[in-house]
């Protein structure tokens, strides 16, 4: 006997799927802000920067130990296949469609034109519109075939790639960066390494730190200045601008390899404890978007630096 194909069947079944990848997010918001949770989740974020938060989630949620995840056609593009028995890992697919309207005309005033009969004309127009399905990855894992070139390697104690890497930071800054002792600057005396003049739209880091302390302060207050400048950081309270700048430093220096084994995000359990679990998606969102922001100027300046070095060495 044929398959016979029910649409109204197959629509109940994508939204029951995409309802069921709602209620994890919902779910799993929260849980985030447990101390090792977080750390883990930046660690996975680092890794899925270009994935939406939503996507993010959903991918952590069900393979926490992804490394680097594609859909089925593009790992064979990769010279890769998913291995046989392997479960996809869900995720939100944006499905764009139009919808064709009459849409009454008006005039520079905002009033009604007739025709000569007296109907006010109307126009067709075409609206576009977003709706998700559900789709699969796979982690690369679950796959077999041609290596993986590594973009990175560990960045430990290094202090000539620190230096390096400072270079690379600023250029990617959309505000002054100034490097100075604690005799030239009276907020160095409170121990701070660094800090983001709201006012002054400028960044100063202590001078005397060693290369990698002055790497990971100055990536630390690079977050704060796309966060917070301006009336961005007004009506955020002091934890969660911390928070937001902190996480993202975090992701930043994962990317790059650079030990972030001194991190501690213990206090975030308890500021989040009584937080609505769309204040804390939203900050999510904007760790997610500026690190992102940030981790493709990273790559671009490390490309363009790339580039001139083989040139001067031509």
Wanted: charge should be neutral.
């Amino acid at each position: 006997m044929a398959y016979k194909f029910n649409k109204e069947a197959a629509a109940r079944k994508r939204a029951e799927q995409v309802n069921e990848g709602i209620k994890i997010i919902e779910e799993e918001v929260p849980r985030f802000f447990q101390s090792e949770k977080w750390k883990n989740y930046l660690c996975f974020v680092s890794k899925f920067h270009k994935y939406s938060i939503n996507n993010t989630i959903l991918i952590f949620h069900q393979r926490p130990d992804a490394s680097m995840v594609a859909g089925y056609q593009n790992w064979k593009k990769m010279g890769r296949t998913v291995n046989k028995g392997e479960k996809g890992i869900m995720i939100f697919v944006p499905t764009p469609y139009k919808v064709h309207m009459q849409e009454k005309l008006k005039d520079q005033n905002g009033n009604p034109v007739f025709d000569e009969n007296g109907d006010e004309k109307t126009e067709k127009k075409e609206i576009k519109k977003m709706a998700f399905r559900i789709g699969h990855v796979f982690d690369v894992k679950q796959t077999s075939g041609d290596p993986i070139p590594q973009l990175t390697s560990p960045l430990v104690g290094d202090e000539e790639l620190s230096s390096k890497y400072i270079q690379l930071a600023e250029k990617i800054t959309r505000c002054p960066i100034f490097f100075k002792d604690k005799e030239q600057d009276l907020h160095f005396e409170t121990g701070a390494f660094g800090y983001y003049s709201v006012t002054r739209d400028c960044i100063v880091v202590r001078s005397d730190l060693s290369e990698m302390q002055k790497l990971k302060t100055l990536l630390h207050e690079i977050a704060h200045s796309y966060l917070h400048s301006g009336k961005e950081g007004e009506h955020k309270e002091k934890e969660q601008r911390e928070c937001e700048a902190e996480s993202t430093a975090f992701i930043l220096c994962r990317h790059l390899g650079i030990d972030t084994s001194e991190y501690s995000f213990g206090y975030l359990a308890s500021w989040a404890e009584n937080k609505d679990a769309n204040f804390l998606k939203g900050v999510l969102s904007n760790i997610s978007a500026v690190s992102n922001t940030l981790i493709e100027k990273l790559d671009q300046a490390m490309y363009e630096t790339s580039e001139k070095n083989q040139d001067n060495a031509g």
